[in-house]
């Protein structure tokens, strides 16, 4: 197996750390672009749905390209495709802080999200060729790292507003650390020893595996409206100062990125179907709180309750499909993944709208009705497949 140029068949460790590398880049990216969000609704004086058309072009643009990577990665190595969508994610996402209108921020975002969306499909089958060689399932640790990235990224971020660097600046500063992060990861990557499967994660769910992909959806709307729309909500709705209003979506992406770490324990000491039940509940309670109550501070623990709820809720899932009787593990998860991703990249959107006709704060009481779909149903989804 190949490190770069480098041949070395005991030692994946510097694989492991340089996948590591890529899915913090991402998150960092990601948190960037959260904490700036108010900016660019103040900036550009425009309302929660106008805003949201910047948002839907992110998620069109993610759609777009996904299934285009997936049919390259049957051609290219998942090495290759991810440096290249990496590389290609922090220079789009640059160009978005320079936006000087909603319709070149909307272009912007269009190529920014397919650059995402092309780089999330390449790191996570890149991530599987390291867990392979690793021998033993990491993926958890890849995707906490994404966290501990949001985290970093929506942190400095705030730093980098409180300091008073403007939009354009605190892009140009943000995705340049984005971008020597990723080129120090390249020359330590795995070389594939074998091609990716086509059509890889985007088959439709079936049989047993709708309801799984139903819940994963209902996770995925509640967060990725945690990572657009926390930020605002505490600007707008709380009355938080643009500095604290930043800390949002750290809060959330703190607690998603610890409990992340303990995930493997977590779930062997409650059970898949407890720790899913128990995340819904306290993702429930965490945007209940923050609803009824819009302070700075109790919308803050609301979000990190959110954050903890949420943590092992799609790794649980993905899990589950895996073992899905007479259905193949990759395929399984793949299924899941394809409606999950589609919440993900969709739900923001749409509590944009809503919050343009009944408010953000009704319009948050959707993502508490998901919350506690996910308590009601996950017993029933998980049936087959719990141990």
């Not at 966290?147 to 971020?157: D, H, K, R, V, Y």
């Not at 493997?264 to 407890?274: K, Y």
Request: charged content about 10%; aromatic content about 10%; glycine content about 12%.
């Amino acid at each position: 197996m190949r490190y770069g140029g480098t041949m070395n068949t005991n030692r994946p460790l510097p694989a492991r750390a340089a996948a590591s590398a890529i899915f913090f880049g991402n998150g960092f990216g990601i948190g960037n672009w959260a904490a700036q969000l108010p900016r660019f609704k103040d900036a550009l004086d425009v309302s929660d749905g106008e805003l949201s058309v910047a948002l839907l072009a992110f998620a069109l643009g993610a759609i777009a390209l996904m299934p285009t990577v997936g049919w390259l990665l049957t051609r290219l190595t998942s090495r290759r495709i991810t440096i290249a969508t990496a590389f290609g994610f922090a220079l789009t996402l640059f160009f978005t802080g320079l936006a000087p209108s909603l319709p070149v921020l909307f272009a912007a975002s269009l190529l920014a999200g397919a650059c995402n969306g092309a780089m999330d499909v390449a790191m996570n089958t890149h991530a599987t060729v390291v867990e392979k060689a690793w021998n033993a399932p990491i993926m958890s640790s890849f995707h906490a790292f994404f966290s501990l990235g949001g985290l970093a990224g929506a942190m400095a971020s705030g730093a980098m507003i409180g300091a008073g660097f403007a939009i354009g600046t605190t892009f140009l500063v943000s995705c340049a650390g984005m971008a020597l992060v990723f080129f120090a990861a390249s020359f330590f990557m795995m070389e594939d020893q074998e091609k990716a499967a086509g059509g890889h994660g985007f088959a439709w769910p079936r049989g047993a595996l709708m309801g799984l992909a139903v819940l994963a959806m209902l996770c995925m709307v509640v967060e990725g409206a945690m990572v657009d729309w926390t930020a605002i909500y505490l600007r707008t709705v709380a009355g938080a100062e643009l500095e604290t209003a930043a800390m949002g979506f750290a809060a959330f992406s703190l607690t998603m990125t610890v409990c992340r770490f303990m995930g493997d324990f977590l779930v062997s000491r409650l059970g898949r179907t407890s720790t899913l039940r128990l995340g819904g509940v306290l993702a429930g309670t965490g945007l209940t709180l923050a609803i009824a109550m819009p302070t700075p501070v109790t919308a803050l623990i609301g979000f990190a309750l959110v954050g903890f709820g949420l943590s092992n809720a799609v790794p649980v899932l993905f899990s589950s499909a895996a073992q899905v009787d007479g259905v193949p593990p990759g395929m399984g998860v793949a299924m899941v993944a394809t409606l999950g991703y589609g919440g993900l990249l969709m739900g923001p959107p749409i509590i944009g709208f809503g919050g343009d006709h009944l408010g953000l704060r009704m319009a948050l009481i959707g993502l508490v009705a998901c919350s506690f779909v996910i308590v009601l149903f996950s017993r029933r989804a998980l049936r087959p497949t719990s141990t």
